[in-house]
């Protein structure tokens, strides 16, 4: 497994990466969608060109200019009480960026998790760049996952006021009992069911990362003939 994994061309990682930039666009607008949120064509051309770059750098650029326009949109998803300006990390700047980290790292350590289960190396990345110590491969399958799965439990939380702003401290970290809260919330998110949107059958989201894991493992190998995103149209 490995030596096919580390046997790929550029093309083959090119092609791997274009499905699931591909899928985060479209997950990013069918959350917003959900929520009632719209002036989301420019995502839409967005997407389009994903599937179409030549480039891994194009496809970088692609992904960037999405994640932008799409944070510029997320306020849209949130009740009264709470907003989102900008994505800020290293630190978080408030409170909606500070779950987001901390949902897209616990996400980052199960697609981690699932890429082990599979034989394949989570350091070795098909988008991301290599650097020491960095899960790129980790870090590119999870992009999929982003909006659909890490965002829509992030407003969900605090749209059904699960969290408050007192349950944080003042340097933006949530407070012990809240963290506890938190993390009992997001087992029972990830064990949560839905229809698979290409196969068609209930599945937990824990289980679909597993899965796509799978599937790129299939791509890899050649067991497929292209990797499928995991990629929601509603």
Same mark, same amino acid.
């Given at each position: 497994?490995?030596?096919?994994?580390?046997? !790929? #061309?550029?093309?083959?990682? +090119?092609?791997?990466?274009?499905? *699931?930039? =591909?899928?985060?666009?479209? @997950?990013?607008?069918?959350?917003?969608?959900?929520?009632?949120?719209?002036?989301?064509?420019?995502?839409?051309?967005?997407?389009?060109?994903?599937?179409?770059?030549?480039?891994?750098?194009?496809?970088?650029?692609?992904?960037?200019?999405?994640?932008?326009?799409?944070?510029?949109?997320?306020?849209?998803?949130?009740?009264?009480?709470?907003?989102?300006?900008?994505?800020?990390?290293?630190?978080?700047?408030?409170?909606?960026?500070?779950? !987001? #980290?901390?949902?897209?790292? +616990?996400?980052?350590?199960?697609? *981690?998790? =699932?890429?082990?289960?599979? @034989?394949?190396?989570?350091?070795?990345?098909?988008?991301?760049?290599?650097?020491?110590?960095?899960?790129?491969?980790?870090?590119?399958?999870?992009?999929?996952?982003?909006?659909?799965?890490?965002?829509?439990?992030?407003?969900?939380?605090?749209?059904?006021?699960?969290?408050?702003?007192?349950?944080?401290?003042?340097?933006?970290?949530?407070?012990?009992?809240?963290?506890?809260?938190?993390?009992?919330?997001?087992?029972?998110?990830?064990?949560?069911?839905?229809?698979?949107?290409?196969?068609?059958?209930?599945?937990?989201?824990?289980?679909?990362?597993?899965?796509?894991?799978?599937?790129?493992?299939?791509?890899?190998?050649?067991?497929?003939?292209?990797?499928?995103?995991?990629?929601?149209?509603?």
């Amino acid at each position: 497994m490995r030596r096919a994994q580390y046997d !790929l #061309s550029r093309e083959e990682e +090119l092609e791997i990466a274009k499905s *699931m930039i =591909a899928a985060k666009v479209r @997950n990013a607008r069918t959350l917003l969608s959900r929520k009632g949120v719209h002036g989301m064509d420019i995502l839409k051309d967005l997407g389009v060109r994903a599937e179409n770059v030549t480039k891994k750098d194009d496809l970088r650029g692609v992904e960037g200019e999405a994640a932008e326009r799409y944070f510029d949109l997320l306020d849209g998803t949130l009740v009264d009480s709470w907003t989102f300006e900008k994505r800020t990390k290293r630190p978080p700047e408030d409170h909606v960026n500070s779950l !987001l #980290s901390l949902t897209y790292v +616990l996400m980052k350590n199960r697609t *981690m998790s =699932a890429l082990r289960q599979y @034989n394949l190396d989570p350091f070795l990345g098909v988008l991301h760049a290599d650097r020491h110590g960095k899960p790129s491969l980790a870090l590119d399958l999870q992009e999929e996952f982003r909006p659909i799965f890490c965002d829509a439990f992030v407003t969900r939380l605090v749209n059904r006021g699960v969290l408050t702003h007192d349950d944080f401290k003042k340097n933006n970290r949530l407070r012990d009992d809240a963290f506890k809260t938190y993390l009992s919330k997001f087992d029972d998110y990830m064990d949560e069911e839905f229809t698979h949107p290409y196969f068609e059958y209930s599945i937990s989201r824990r289980k679909a990362v597993r899965q796509q894991a799978i599937l790129l493992r299939k791509a890899i190998t050649g067991e497929l003939d292209e990797y499928h995103g995991l990629t929601f149209q509603r």
